[in-house]
């Protein structure tokens, strides 16, 4: 073996043929070949695809709570879980006046057109569906609450946007049928109850009561008082500790 055929280590003195360094050179570089950037892109759909020709720097969503603290009797400070909050969007970004390599594609709207699309969409009434690919990726219908354009000196035609968007969900709503004749409205009834669970009771609070005390008698758990708070928010108040004599209760089943 001659020494052409060889090439030594520095520090170690090791030596290692060429033809096997060559190949796992190009086996590293293979390796590296593989690894491919995400192709982001981000649109907005209502009955037809919009697709945002530059991606913004970063996208905001925050999803928040809507839980609340309270003092309870005997207890301390709970805090009582409700649904979370609907998420909020924001972003900001621009639509060009001609094409740059920024763009994620070739043939991009021109601003005023793309203007247009989400003033209309946002005019619709109607919710859209929000989509960025990619790794995590987003996809969720939301309405859009804030659309806010502008333009900026020494960049004439070029539109600037900032875009607000919350998640949207949609609501049940039931049927109420209505009477003329008897000048009622009311909820069809539901017939014998099939489930098995027994139907809502009354209790009328007396003086030393409290939620915690009335739940453990009717429940054996006086941690179910926001069964009952829940239930009487219209009697009570917005605080569960001020319950008065007289007041009459509905106690659900637990």
Same mark, same amino acid.
């Given at each position: ?117 989400? /003033? =209309?969409? *946002? !005019? ?7 989509? $960025?690919?990619?790794? &995590? @990726? ?24 900032? /875009? =607000?968007? *919350? !998640? ?7 049927? $109420?049928?209505?009477? &003329? @004749? ?73």
């Amino acid at each position: 073996m001659t020494s052409k055929e060889v090439y030594v280590e520095p520090g170690t003195g090791r030596a290692v043929k060429l033809e096997r360094l060559k190949q796992l050179e190009q086996g590293m570089g293979r390796a590296t070949e593989k690894k491919k950037p995400q192709k982001y892109r981000m649109y907005l759909k209502q009955k037809s695809l919009f697709e945002f020709p530059v991606l913004p720097e970063k996208v905001a969503i925050s999803y928040g709570s809507k839980n609340t603290s309270l003092q309870v009797c005997g207890v301390g400070e709970v805090t009582i879980i409700q649904d979370s909050r609907a998420a909020a969007i924001q972003f900001s970004s621009f639509f060009p006046q001609s094409y740059f390599k920024g763009c994620r594609m070739k043939k991009i709207p021109s601003p005023k057109k793309a203007r247009d699309r989400i /003033l =209309k969409m *946002k !005019e619709s009434g109607k919710p859209v569906r929000f989509t $960025i690919t990619g790794k &995590p @990726g987003v996809s969720m219908y939301c309405t859009i609450e804030a659309f806010e354009i502008q333009e900026q000196g020494g960049d004439p035609g070029t539109v600037y946007f900032t /875009l =607000k968007l *919350k !998640e949207y969900r949609e609501a049940k709503v039931r049927k $109420i049928k209505v009477d &003329p @004749g008897k000048k009622t409205a009311g909820v069809s009834p539901s017939g014998s109850r099939t489930d098995g669970t027994p139907a809502a009771q009354t209790y009328t609070v007396v003086n030393g009561d409290c939620l915690w005390n009335i739940a453990k008698r009717f429940y054996g758990n006086g941690s179910l008082y926001t069964i009952i708070y829940e239930a009487n928010k219209g009697v009570i108040g917005g605080n569960p500790n001020l319950i008065h004599a007289g007041q009459v209760l509905t106690i659900p089943p637990a």
